[in-house]
């Protein structure tokens, strides 16, 4: 009997290390998940006069892509980003993250800007209230001005056609 409880707990574990090895390290759950989008309201990155307000965008299903000068990867999606936005007619927007103003400025200048317009997010205070965990992250939002999709990480071809268009397509 004295052997069967460590046995027992073992097992256990064991069961739980298994279903966690199991699971997709960039699925993690989002409480934003149809929830309304929060208010950007800061500074346009390029136009620092103006203010990113997400309210004149409802009636738009639209990209909101949150990156950052200092990431690397975020340089690696631009071209799927721009194809997607033009290919598909989606407006996309950004939320530089956690980066300073003319760093991003000059990365834009560098590698292109997709965006419609890109908001100055210094502090990360916007990141945090949209639930950002790092850079890049991407979210889908519907015309309701609600949260539909987000994706974490690098976003390819494969899936931009295979888990954003989708989404895009049935909320058009």
């Known amino acids: 009997m004295r052997f069967l409880l460590p046995l027992a707990v ?3 574990m064991a069961v739980f290390l298994a279903m966690g090895l199991s699971r997709d390290p960039r699925a993690v759950p989002s409480a ?3 929830k309304p989008a929060p208010p950007i309201n800061l500074p346009v990155l390029l136009s620092p006069g103006e203010r990113l307000d997400v309210e004149s965008l409802r009636g738009k299903v639209w990209l909101l892509n949150v990156w ?3 990431c690397g990867p975020c340089k690696d999606e631009l071209p799927v980003l721009r194809e997607a ?3 598909h007619a989606i407006p ?3 939320l530089n993250y956690k980066d300073k103003p003319e760093d991003a400025a000059a990365w834009l200048a560098r590698n292109g800007n997709p965006y419609v317009a890109s908001a100055s997010d210094t502090d990360g205070r916007v990141g ?4 950002v ?3 890049p992250e991407t979210f889908v939002i519907d015309g309701a001005g609600r949260i539909r999709h987000k994706q974490l990480g690098l976003i390819t071809p494969e899936i931009f056609k295979a888990r ?7 909320l058009k």
């Open 92 to 94: 996309l927007y950004g």
């Open 133 to 135: 965990y790092g850079v």
């Open 10 to 12: 073992f097992m256990a």
């Open 32 to 34: 934003m998940i149809d």
């Open 85 to 87: 936005a033009q290919r």
């Open 68 to 70: 950052a000068s200092w």
């Open 128 to 131: 945090i209230e949209y639930g």
């Open 164 to 170: 954003i268009l989708p989404i895009i397509e049935a």
